[in-house]
């Protein structure tokens, strides 16, 4: 199993928000910044969240994340048919000396 | 605009050592700024780090993976490379290269290749 907790699945109508927890220690998410990539099934992932609520250029600001403590959160408004993916977390283990990613969470908008 | 791509057989032999390379165009694999990472993702699961290189050499791996893997860079080739030795089946995978940032998020991505490990 992985190191972050992810829910396996969330889901959200058209238009609404939806929230994507993950759950980590002290040895990752506790004392390092969290990333959060989107992946559509057969592509490449993407960069969506950086240093915990940064998006990257080209990312929509009703895309957003947080930090508190050992977790992290994705945070998604406005939801389109096209925000359908898998989304991961991922962080710096300072005790595996190694990124580690969230087992992944599939987001299926109804 | 940096692009990355991966390049190496599909089919590995199981026992045998799996070799891959990262080939780097628009940017220096020699940037002071940045490591370079391997991840993979066996099919119908999720992304797991291998590992990461800086350019000057150092490197990080994953613990699960460390007795089995090498991450080398070849900055005349403007590359970095995966060897991960006595493969199994479980180590088939599409293994994608990145570029990892100094805050640890991985901000540009190859295409990813497959690799399936069969006699």
């Known amino acids: 199993q992985s190191v972050l907790t992810q829910p396996p699945s969330v889901s959200a109508a058209p238009g609404q928000k939806v929230t994507i927890s993950c759950s980590g220690s002290s040895s990752n998410i506790g004392n390092n910044y969290v990333s959060w990539y989107q992946q559509v099934p057969g592509t490449t992932p993407k960069l969506l969240i950086y240093?915990?609520?940064k998006r990257p250029s080209g990312i929509p600001d009703r895309v957003s994340g947080s930090r508190s403590g050992a977790s992290a959160t994705l945070g998604i408004a406005g939801l389109q048919t096209g925000d359908e993916a898998d989304y991961y977390c991922a962080t710096w283990d300072s005790s595996l000396s190694v990124v580690v990613f969230g087992g992944g969470t599939k987001l299926t908008v109804l | 605009q940096l692009q990355l791509q991966e390049s190496g057989p599909g089919l590995v032999k199981p026992s045998e050592t799996l070799s891959l390379t990262c080939t780097v165009s628009g940017g220096s694999v020699s940037s002071s700024s940045y490591y370079w990472g391997w991840v993979r993702q066996p099919p119908g699961k999720g992304l797991e780090c291998i590992g990461s290189?800086?350019?000057?050499?150092?490197?990080h791996y994953n613990p699960s993976l460390k007795s089995r893997v090498t991450i080398s860079v070849d900055t005349s080739k403007n590359q970095f490379s995966l060897k991960l030795s006595s493969v199994t089946a479980a180590d088939t995978a599409v293994f994608y290269c990145?570029?990892?940032?100094?805050?640890?998020?991985?901000?540009?991505w190859g295409q990813g290749t497959m690799v399936t490990v069969s006699s």
């Open positions: 240093e915990n609520n």
């Open positions: 990145a570029r990892l940032l100094a805050t640890y998020h991985f901000d540009i």
């Open positions: 290189i800086y350019s000057r050499g150092s490197t």
